[in-house]
């Protein structure tokens, strides 16, 4: 069995290594799926080549339509699925390529997930102290003692009170399991929280709570987070800097301010666009026909061009790469080609 004082050692080291440096690297990931049907099988390319970054201490909203390979990636991020190909790197090191079990471990307890459904990723017949404590108990890192108390210090981080432990997630808001969920993904003090959809399930007053819970936690603890969503007025609360993907590809990657005020990617207009407005004057871009295309069959050149308004000849022969298009933003889009 692997020493926790050992994985930790080798966890520092590599942190301190790397203080400068993102914390979160993402480099040309893709994903494929064997799809099997009547005519045999087919292969879906979830994601074509994403790359970004997370600095400590940053929120990365990754924004776009069902289907367009968010939850994919995160997923990827913390190790629920395997890549294709391409790396996820932890303060410089390739997660896949961790040399040790103790590197491995350590690396694993510093990456977490928050599930969209609260209530679906709790187990009914568990007591919330036990499925807080789960990633504890795995770990082998407290005694039973300090078990319970660190259980009882995270419902009170999360705004619960300590006389939950014996309840059941039935006994519980869905803002309340949400707030169960994210204390058992801080269980074991990560660095890095993947939020896939954390509010999509609750009502508006509860969203507000629970965004205001992470950015609690966030400044308290020094959290970094991908923050997945496509309600693009909660992802302009959280987040640092926006992502915004289309068919398996990032095709619009920039500081909040700049996607907001200033989108350059036509899909990225579309959907701020889409964002209802109690402003009869704002004046919207051409509306944005059709659907997300199949990822069994993508069409050739930029996978946007069919329902562009803008597209070109080359943008249905030449897919575009993504380009740095002004100080700290980048687009993949030909109209912003040198």
Not at 65 to 82: D, N, Q, Y
Request: glycine share 8%; charged share 20%.
């Amino acid at each position: 069995m692997v020493s926790r004082r050992a994985a930790r050692r080798a966890f520092l080291f590599w942190a301190s290594a790397m203080v400068d440096q993102p914390i979160v690297e993402v480099r040309d990931l893709k994903k494929t799926f064997a799809v099997k049907h009547a005519g045999g099988t087919s292969t879906l390319h979830a994601l074509s080549g994403v790359n970004f970054d997370i600095m400590r201490g940053e929120t990365l909203g990754l924004v776009g339509e069902s289907g367009s390979g968010k939850t994919t990636a995160g997923r990827i991020l913390v190790g629920l699925i395997p890549a294709s190909s391409g790396t996820v790197s932890l303060f410089g090191h390739d997660i896949a390529g961790a040399n040790g079990k103790a590197q491995l471990a350590a690396v694993r307890s510093r990456l977490q997930f928050v599930f969209q459904d609260p209530y679906a990723s709790l187990n009914p017949r568990m007591r919330i102290g036990s499925a807080i404590a789960e990633p504890i108990d795995i770990a082998g890192t407290h005694s039973r003692k300090d078990r319970n108390d660190r259980v009882a210090e995270l419902l009170e981080l999360v705004g619960l009170p300590r006389n939950s432990v014996e309840r059941y997630p039935h006994e519980f808001s869905g803002g309340q399991r949400q707030r169960i969920v994210i204390a058992r993904a801080l269980a074991l003090n990560p660095d890095f929280v993947v939020c896939d959809e954390p509010v999509s399930a609750l009502d508006v007053s509860m969203q507000a709570q629970i965004v205001n819970l992470l950015l609690d936690l966030q400044e308290r603890l020094g959290l970094s987070y991908l923050f997945i969503a496509h309600d693009l007025a909660v992802v302009r609360a959280v987040s640092t800097r926006v992502a915004v993907m289309y068919a398996g590809s990032i095709v619009e990657f920039a500081p909040k301010a700049k996607i907001y005020s200033d989108p350059q990617h036509p899909y990225s207009r579309a959907l701020l666009d889409a964002v209802p407005r109690a402003d009869p004057d704002f004046v919207r871009h051409p509306v944005v026909a059709g659907e997300v295309p199949s990822l069994l069959d993508p069409p050739p050149g930029c996978s946007f061009h069919p329902r562009c308004a803008y597209a070109m000849d080359r943008c249905r022969v030449e897919a575009p790469s993504l380009r740095e298009s002004g100080p700290g933003r980048h687009v993949a889009c030909h109209l912003f080609s040198a």
